[in-house]
């Protein structure tokens, strides 16, 4: 069986690259990897993005079932002045994936549900940041 938080990470990115709210605001740049300089320090991406960010898997087994719950973390990045772009670009985010009916192949998506955002300055002092956490169970 495939395992759940990748499958899970398949459907987010292909949910996110075919809403049309999204792709007005970042075009098909969805990254698990940001493109990097040969340092691998600097993003060469054109801004502003969706990137995936840190997920944790925990073990959620009921009634002789395997279950996963997922924290999956979903950045954007944007260099447009101040927070507004990365603002409306995470809001893009949670429309797309809180409550969504998002197919898996061989697991089963019980819930995807919105736990928070943050919005930040990153230390370049150039790209605004915003973090999107969602709690799935699978």
């Not at 809403?19 to 691998?40: I, K, Q, S």
């Not at 997920?55 to 997922?70: A, M």
């Amino acid at each position: 069986m495939m395992d759940a938080s990748y499958e899970l990470q398949i459907a987010i990115v292909g949910a996110l690259k075919s809403d049309g709210a999204v792709r007005r605001l970042v075009g098909d740049r969805v990254y698990d990897n940001v493109p990097r300089d040969a340092n691998g320090k600097i993003a060469t991406a054109n801004f502003p993005y969706i990137s995936l960010g840190p997920e944790q898997t925990l073990p959620d087994g009921y009634d002789c079932q395997d279950g996963s719950e997922i924290t999956i973390q979903i950045d954007a990045a944007s260099r447009a002045v101040g927070f507004p772009e990365v603002k409306k670009i995470a809001d893009a985010v949670r429309k797309v994936l809180h409550d969504a009916d998002l197919a898996l192949v061989e697991n089963a998506l019980v819930s995807i549900e919105f736990e928070s955002r943050r919005v930040l300055r990153d230390p370049d002092g150039k790209t605004s940041h915003a973090v999107i956490t969602f709690r799935a169970v699978v």
